[in-house]
């Protein structure tokens, strides 16, 4: 038993000092050399963990276990300042990665360069103004007027970094918004701290930040406020979020179609306010129907130049939903390594909202089916607050067992974000690259 918890202690001890560090990569000629995963030894922990459980009934020791309800004590009793200054480490470093990744050239024309441009020619040439989109507009990509926002982000900087602090602001922030769910839902403070922090160890949001600005980034905050306003019952409040996340992308009346169904289908749950819970559901469904139907067969096919060359034409093809290549990667592997790292710490509660767990669903199939069967990209945002939003529902019900809570949201977690500064160091190659492209005049426009 000594040696087990010895081992325990000892894999603890590595995980964190990989997620602090980066761990150890070396690429020479002769030698090739990486230590900067943190899964594998997470699952080991796991596995320990769990014959402790067997042996003992406890998935921790008693002086660990001492020590975690010290510290996630000593989070939850001043929750503004642990959410402040996590955040705000998650913020330094996001931004840092971007923006020498930006630095050392590894970010591309697509996706960040035709953004990039939509926003900045919103406050200096035109509305979303994109001449690498369709119909010179990135209306022509996407229905995302809500990016002309982050475009007011050129009034006060010349530079990208502004972009790269708007993204990751925007993303951290759904740590803060799913802790006052959690407390708006009841969970008890240590636990809603620890989902709150669990919020920025999520390896799709992580990965989220480290790819480039995308409209996507704007779910986080928005779907996070447009739950809070519902638990809540502040309507006015609700509708107005509703028609926020219109305007974040086509595919957004189709999640709030299917909340619509989830409120008006729980409403008898409502009791006093059960009434309008009904009316709102109903009407938010048929809104959203309406929306969704409109944006993708009116104003969506306007900017892009007809219906088929809209971008979700595009990725059905001419056979739409019958073409039956688009439902090949349900049949692989690397499928369901892409779901579990999406879900799985979220899987045990899914019987405590089953209703949005149906939405996550419904989101990450139409992702296997229209995007790449893979994370690192943004196509996971607008799933995050229906996730978090089952994880903090099920916390409400009862308590998770702290040390597997943190341990779930590290058997995906990769690689640490220092490792990425420490890989998009620019060289002095880069370095003179750059310069040299700042040296091209302002008005001159290069297309490709």
């Known amino acids: 038993m000594t040696a087990l918890r010895i081992a325990m202690t000892f894999l603890i001890l590595i995980i964190g000092l990989l997620m602090l560090t980066g761990g150890i990569s070396l690429s020479q000629p002769q030698l090739k050399l990486e230590l900067s995963q943190v899964d594998a030894f997470v699952w080991a922990l796991l ?13 921790l020791h008693q002086p660990l276990q001492k020590y975690l309800d010290k510290i996630t004590s000593a989070l939850s009793k001043r929750p503004a300042y642990t959410l402040s200054i996590a955040s705000g480490i998650y913020i330094v470093l996001h931004v840092w990665i971007l923006t020498w990744r930006y630095a050392s050239l590894h970010t591309s024309a697509f996706d960040f ?7 900045w020619s ?16 990135y209306l022509g990509e ?12 050129y009034i006060f900087t010349t530079s990208v970094v502004g972009v790269f602090f708007l993204q990751s602001v925007l993303l951290a922030s759904g740590s803060v918004l799913a802790y006052w769910l959690a407390r708006i839902k009841k969970v008890e403070p240590h636990t809603a701290i620890l989902i709150a922090l669990c919020v920025l160890l999520y390896q799709p949001l992580r990965l989220a930040n480290s790819f480039d600005f995308r409209e996507d980034n704007f779910f986080v905050p928005v ?32 999640f709030t179609a299917l909340l619509g169904i989830s409120i008006a289908s729980t409403a008898s749950s409502w009791r006093s306010k059960k009434r309008a819970g009904l009316k709102h559901g109903i ?3 048929i809104v959203s129907c309406i929306a969704l139907i409109i944006i993708n067969t009116k104003i969506t096919p306007y900017f892009a130049g007809g219906a088929t060359q809209t971008m979700l034409a595009k990725r059905l093809g001419p056979s739409g939903f019958f073409n039956l290549e688009l439902f090949q990667p349900f049949f692989q592997w690397k499928t369901l390594k892409y779901i579990l790292n999406v879900t799985l710490p979220f899987l045990a509660f899914v019987t405590a909202a089953p209703w949005i767990a149906a939405i996550a669903g419904i989101g990450i199939c139409l992702n296997i089916l229209l995007n790449p069967v893979t994370i690192g990209f943004h196509y996971e945002c607008v799933l995050i607050p229906f996730l978090f939003y089952i994880l903090i529902c099920g916390a409400a019900k009862r308590a998770p067992q702290q040390a597997l809570l943190i341990v779930s949201f590290l058997l995906f977690f990769g690689r640490s974000p220092v490792e990425a500064i420490r890989k998009y160091y620019p060289t002095e190659r880069q370095r003179l690259v750059t310069q040299k492209l700042l040296e091209i005049d302002d008005s001159v426009s290069i297309a490709a």
């Open 47 to 59: 596995g320990l963990l769990a014959i402790h459980r067997f042996l003992t009934g406890q998935w």
């Open 113 to 119: 360069g035709f953004v990039d441009q939509a926003l």
């Open 122 to 137: 919103t406050t200096h040439y035109g509305f979303l103004h994109s001449s690498l989109s369709k119909g010179q507009t």
């Open 142 to 153: 996407h229905f995302s007027p809500i990016l002309a926002l982050a475009g007011y982000v």
């Open 223 to 254: 779907f996070f406020s447009l739950l809070i306003a519902l638990e809540l019952k502040k309507f006015k409040a609700f509708w107005a979020l509703v028609a926020m996340s219109f305007c974040i992308k086509e595919n957004a009346p189709l």
């Open 283 to 285: 009407a938010l469904t």
